[in-house]
């Protein structure tokens, strides 16, 4: 039975949004996602979606908010950063070419994540954490 | 948000090396100002050598590769560049993750950054004077 852990509410304005980044790293490292010392990458994750639905989809527009819900079911956690803007298709975001001044979050959530998708119904990026015996959490990167 | 600077600035022979402050100041807050900072500096000096010290940071996003970017293109206008150093495990990740360690010149350490900057910057003076001396003859 899934159960969200965690959720909230931020305003369409990247300066507000590092508390509640801090609060979700934490509690996936308090529920063994993510282990004590290698949060750099589901920081970043977290950052790059949030910061995403903030500029892409909200056009940091403060009449609109992000919503961030993280639940977990047995050996998956899954992470939804809603938005309320038009939806895209993560597979169409092409990879940034070297020099390209863009791009790159979806990119890294790509490359650290086990999944990511756009989910057009419920207007969130859905990325998923599959719990690892030995690492816990989002992929080894050494 | 504190008061300290986000990058110090210090000359070394022709390098300008621009010290990177606090751990984590990199996030959404003041990478806009972190940029600006920099493009000031790149503005106001045309072929300016800037080596950037990360050994302070311990995290970014990937706004502050962007601010790179923006960066080291205003340099190349003006023969000038911008390299970094002292980059940690995570963070050296996510330059090649993004395809970035492709376009940065990026150094181990400072003090390894700032030897090989300071030869190749002395390799291409040298190679201009030969393609000058080439022209006049």
Redesign the interface.
Known sequence: MAETFFSAVIPSS??E??EPLLQAVAALTERHWVPRGRE??A??CL??AI?NAIIHGNASDRSRSVRLEMTEDRDVCIIKVFDEGEGFSVDEVP????????G??I??IR??MEDVQYNKEEKCLVMRIKRKVEDHGVQD?? | MSNEPLITFEEQGSILVGRIQATSVLDARNVAAFGSLLLSRAESTPGIQILLDFSQVSYLSSAVLNELLKVHRKLLETNGSLRLAALNQDIRKVFEITNLDKVFVIYDSLGDGLRKFQRSIAIEAQERSWNNIGKQE
Do not use: N
């Not at chain 1, 990879?95 to 863009?102: E, I, K, N, T, Y």
């Open positions: 990247v300066d949004i590092q750099f990458y920081r970043l950052e790059e910061v990879l940034p070419h070297a020099d390209a001044v863009s790159r979050g990119c890294i490359h650290c990167h050494e």
